[in-house]
Nanobody, 119 residues
């Protein structure tokens, strides 16, 4: 697994951005994919996750109804559509993949992409 994010940038409050993450290597064993974020001085937090098999999505309360996580397995891509952005959404966003192979767990992270929302 090798993850590379894109799509970050600066927008005004109320605007939208779409983050993309490509996995350029194997997809074997992928269990869950997700997006996390880390604001300055704060711990990294879950934004949204999506299970591999059933496609069940889970969102942080702060983004539910505004953000949508999706994936395109054929392209090895995952996305985060962010609408109605707020200044408190400002953070570095990371895509994440959780892999389980033979009861061994692996976590993979992208390098992060900056999202800045101005009021």
């Amino acid at each position: 697994v090798q993850l590379v994010e894109s799509g970050g940038g600066s927008v005004q409050a109320g605007g939208s951005l779409r983050l993309s993450c490509i996995n350029s290597k194997t997809t074997f064993g992928i269990n869950t994919v997700g997006w996390y974020r880390q604001a300055p001085g704060k711990q990294r937090e879950m934004v949204a996750t999506l299970t591999s098999g059933g496609g069940r999505a889970n969102y942080a309360d702060s983004v539910r109804g505004r953000f949508t996580i999706s994936r395109d397995n054929a392209k090895n891509m995952m996305y985060l559509q962010m609408n109605n952005l707020k200044p408190e959404d400002t953070a570095v966003y990371y895509c994440h993949v959780f892999v389980r192979i033979m009861s061994l767990d692996y976590n993979y992270w992208g390098q992060g992409t900056q999202v800045t929302v101005s009021s």
